[in-house]
């Protein structure tokens, strides 16, 4: 079955220090896309990154960035130097292109509170 | 400006009495889908459209109906609201499955609260 596993539910890190949020994915497919998405207190949901299943290459973007390890399945996301705007929860997902009309598949989410 | 709007942001009903959530897309995309989000479980893809006049069920599509009549409008059909449908509602549309168009773009989300 496809499935996305965030387990840390929640972290709370003082601000600069660098904080990494874990993703862990099963999916069938040998194409797949894999995402991250930022929802701050306002509720929005704000696209950070998208990866294809044949790019392993690791992603900077400013403080952000992605580890994406396919031989463990996962795609954990670092945010180095952190800050209070970065303050949110954060969304692991997986692209399901035979189902669903290509449906997201969601993990539970981690809630990352960052303190002054 | 590229967006997915929905109406209204925010809505508290009673049991029972039907209710319709807006959504439109500006960006002439073929699918949309709508997702619910509740605590611990992430979001939830409720119903999904590939084109007008075609849709289907997602994962939780039980106490829901919409339509697809006009390619920009995905409206979410609630015809008697139950308390366990009180979420946080999510609009989403996204122009197809290749490659580089696999980008899926929310709306604002939708609080819903049934009493």
């Known amino acids: 079955a496809q499935k996305v596993t965030q387990a840390q539910t929640e972290i709370s890190v003082v601000e600069k220090e660098d904080v990494t949020l874990d993703c862990v994915y099963e999916?069938?497919?040998?194409?797949?896309?894999l995402f991250w998405y930022k929802q701050p207190p306002s509720g929005e949901l704000v696209f950070l990154i998208r990866?294809?299943?044949?790019?392993?290459q690791n992603e900077i973007s400013g403080r952000y960035s992605w580890n994406f390890q396919k031989s463990t399945s996962s795609f954990n996301f670092t945010i180095t130097a952190s800050q209070v705007v970065d303050s949110a929860v954060y969304f692991c997902?997986?692209?399901?292109?035979?189902?669903?009309?290509?449906?997201?598949?969601f993990g539970q989410g981690t809630e990352l509170s960052v303190k002054p | 400006e590229a967006q997915v709007t929905q109406n209204p942001r925010y809505l508290i009903t009673v049991t029972g009495k039907k209710l319709t959530v807006t959504c439109s897309q500006n960006?002439?995309?073929?699918?949309m889908s709508w997702y619910r989000q509740d605590p611990g479980l992430g979001l939830r893809q409720i119903y999904y459209?590939?084109?007008?006049?075609?849709?289907d069920k997602g994962d939780v599509p039980e106490g829901y109906k919409v339509s697809r009549k006009e390619k920009r409008n995905f409206p979410l059909i609630l015809e008697s609201p139950s308390p366990n449908q009180t979420s946080l509602y999510f609009c989403?549309?996204?122009?197809?499955?290749?490659?580089?168009?696999?980008?899926?773009?929310f709306g604002p989300g939708t609080r819903l609260t049934v009493l």
């Open positions: 989403a549309s996204r122009w197809g499955l290749a490659a580089s168009t696999d980008t899926q773009y």
């Open positions: 999916t069938r497919d040998t194409t797949y896309y």
């Open positions: 990866r294809n299943s044949f790019d392993e």
């Open positions: 997902a997986l692209s399901d292109l035979y189902k669903g009309g290509g449906k997201l598949i």
């Open positions: 960006m002439n995309h073929e699918y």
């Open positions: 459209s590939m084109n007008v006049e075609v849709t």
